[in-house]
């Protein structure tokens, strides 16, 4: 596959869109800020390819209708409503046969299930603690494991619905945190034996048997942080409560098992591209899978995959030729930028 400059459309949802529509600061953690979208167009047209923004689902929806068309699409949307919120865009593209970077449907709406996500791991053989998915506080009152428990959201993001309050020590006041969590995001709650030990972030590139480690970082909070969660409040605030350590297999032979488990679990799932997985240890030091994000983040300074690139010495341009360079195995092999795609320029 060359590497010849190509037409690439840009899907994403604007925080400050949603923002100016009276939602929440917590109601739009996932979407993206302007700069990251400044800085993927920037880093795209660097490397030699054409631009054209066309927004969130919605406006994808009536760019196609009018007959525009791309030779690749990158896709960052999170979109807004659902469990297949993630899914929207990419199975648009996929009906009028446009590429584009990143998963597909179906593991777009499988990894954003965190409960479902863990059923796969969990029957591929690839470690994962203990955990069940209530629907009810009384569901959560027979929760067949032993505390202390960590509980989250289903299908959230970036920390949303996570704090200190998210590990309970005690059997009793499960149902009852549960109601909580139930109440504010009226969607199940994933409950799991909470993990004591160290937590990592592992970025991956490139997609099944092409996949590789790009890095990881140990997860390290300050004092100051809200303590033993990489919370939500945590997150946004990470330049003055985190501290991100890159690790090494060769220093370090735990890394060598986090970083198997974390490939293990990308191919497994089918993820492509890029993307970042979620690993913490037991009690008695053992790497867990904790969940995957196939949609990462991609602030060139503020999100994790790029931080962990930049740890690595990748910089933000290198890191964005990675990912299209791997999407770029999906283009029609004999397929030319097409004459149809540069009849409709943006409006």
Not at 98 to 125: C, E, Q
Not at 151 to 160: C, D, F, H, Q, S
Not at 214 to 228: D, F, I, K, R
Not at 239 to 248: A, G, I, N, S
Request: proline share 7%; charged share 25%.
């Amino acid at each position: 596959m060359d590497h010849r400059p190509i037409r690439i459309g840009l899907t994403y949802d604007l925080r400050s869109d949603y923002l100016a529509q009276g939602y929440s600061e917590e109601e739009t953690a996932e979407f993206d800020r302007d700069e990251t979208i400044d800085g993927i167009e920037s880093a795209l047209r660097r490397l030699g390819h054409t631009t054209d923004r066309i927004g969130h689902v919605r406006r994808l929806v009536e760019r196609l209708a009018a007959g525009h068309r791309w030779d690749l699409v990158f896709n960052i949307a999170e979109g807004l409503t659902g469990i297949g919120r993630e899914a929207q865009v990419p199975a648009l593209l996929d009906a009028y046969g446009i590429p584009y970077t990143f998963s597909d449907p179906l593991v777009m709406s499988l990894t954003l299930h965190k409960g479902l996500t863990k059923r796969v791991i969990r029957d591929a053989g690839i470690p994962t603690c203990a955990f069940v998915t209530v629907a009810s506080p009384e569901e959560a009152s027979g929760v067949g494991f032993a505390p202390p428990y960590f509980i989250k959201p289903v299908a959230e993001g970036t920390g949303k619905g996570i704090s200190a309050r998210s590990i309970v020590r005690r059997r009793r006041d499960l149902p009852e945190a549960c109601a909580r969590l139930l109440q504010a995001y009226r969607q199940p709650v994933l409950v799991e034996r909470f993990l004591p030990g160290r937590e990592f972030t592992v970025g991956v590139t490139g997609t099944g048997d092409s996949a590789q480690v790009l890095g990881t970082m140990e997860v390290l909070l300050l004092p100051s942080a809200e303590p033993g969660v990489y919370s939500y409040h945590n997150k946004e605030n990470f330049e003055q409560l985190v501290r991100y350590r890159r690790m090494r297999p060769e220093e370090d032979p735990l890394i060598a098992a986090v970083e198997d488990i974390a490939l293990r679990a990308w191919r497994t799932l089918g993820c492509r591209d890029a993307g970042r997985l979620d690993l913490r240890c037991d009690a008695k030091g053992r790497p867990q899978f904790m969940e995957v994000n196939p949609l990462a983040g991609l602030h060139p300074e503020h999100s994790d995959l790029p931080i962990i690139a930049s740890l690595v010495g990748v910089s933000f341009d290198r890191l964005v030729a990675r990912i299209i360079s791997s999407a770029a195995q999906r283009l029609p092999v004999s397929a030319a930028p097409s004459d149809h795609a540069h009849r409709h320029r943006p409006q």
